[in-house]
């Protein structure tokens, strides 16, 4: 069994994630109803719903044969794949780099020999990074039991876990027998009782955002043109600018998880044109 974690500084526990019943059931439907490859199309994996303790989530199942897989299905594509990506960083100092690339196949074996590809993943949406309602001890017993007895010779993975958010959901899966790995480095904005700290960059954005001649497109605006365009937006800076190894998300799965209400859109359009 494992967990992912990150370290960030501490504060007290956001404990207003909570997963609608109804989402949940729109957003495992459609991975039912249309096949996955047409929705994120370099992921290979099987959505169900998971109920325990009056608690609802989407839960993946993923076999270690998937892989290659996209990375928030398969922790080898995460931890190797991606990391070998990263090291494009490093392309001014050749050798530094070479090393990093050695350094990281040569872990690619143990990492596979982990068995984490062959995974149940619970509260997996799919995303990068996915956050946690708050689970009590009960629950996490309820939910270890069901899912080993279950899937005996499966990792039971919950990814996007940190600090700031879960520190007593963290606290309560190390209590009964979850590891925590280290994953990613996510962005946290903690404070919803006041008005953010204007930083540069928000400053700068807000003075844009107040002189733009794009139209704003809100939420009930969005025509299928617009989901063809957020497609390509979206790969231009995420799998273009960044890697390729980040969720191929399609025109039809922005256009399907919009349509069920499970995700809400917002855009700017240049004028009588495209977003």
Not at 76 to 102: C, G, Q, V
């Amino acid at each position: 069994m494992t967990g992912a974690a990150t370290m960030e500084r501490p504060v007290q526990q956001a404990d207003r994630v909570e997963n609608k019943p109804a989402k949940v059931a729109a957003f495992v439907s459609l991975f039912n109803e249309v096949p996955v490859r047409d929705l994120i199309a370099n992921l290979k994996t099987k959505v169900e719903t998971f109920e325990i303790a009056g608690r609802v989530f989407p839960l993946t199942l993923n076999d270690a044969d998937d892989a290659p897989n996209c990375y928030i299905c398969c922790p080898t594509s995460a931890y190797i794949d991606y990391a070998i990506d990263e090291t494009r960083n490093f392309a001014a100092h050749p050798l530094l780099r070479r090393a990093l690339n050695a350094l990281i196949r040569a872990c690619a074996p143990l990492v596979r020999a982990s068995g984490l590809d062959h995974q149940a993943q619970v509260n997996n949406w799919l995303y990068s990074t996915n956050p946690m309602p708050l689970l009590d001890r009960p629950t996490v017993a309820s939910l270890r039991s069901a899912l080993t007895a279950r899937f005996p010779d499966r990792a039971i993975v919950i990814r996007s876990l940190n600090d700031i958010a879960d520190p007593a959901t963290i606290a309560v899966l190390k209590a009964e027998g979850f590891r925590m790995l280290a994953a990613r480095q996510i962005y946290i904005f903690a404070d919803r009782s006041a008005a953010p700290a204007m930083t540069r960059d928000m400053k700068r954005d807000r003075a844009r955002l107040r002189a733009t001649p794009f139209e704003r497109v809100g939420n009930g605006d969005f025509s299928e043109a617009d989901y063809a365009r957020a497609e390509q937006l979206y790969d231009m800076l995420y799998l273009d600018k960044y890697t390729p190894l980040n969720p191929h998300y399609t025109a039809r799965y922005i256009a399907e998880m919009h349509r069920r209400g499970i995700i809400s859109l917002a855009g700017l359009r240049r004028p009588g044109g495209e977003l």
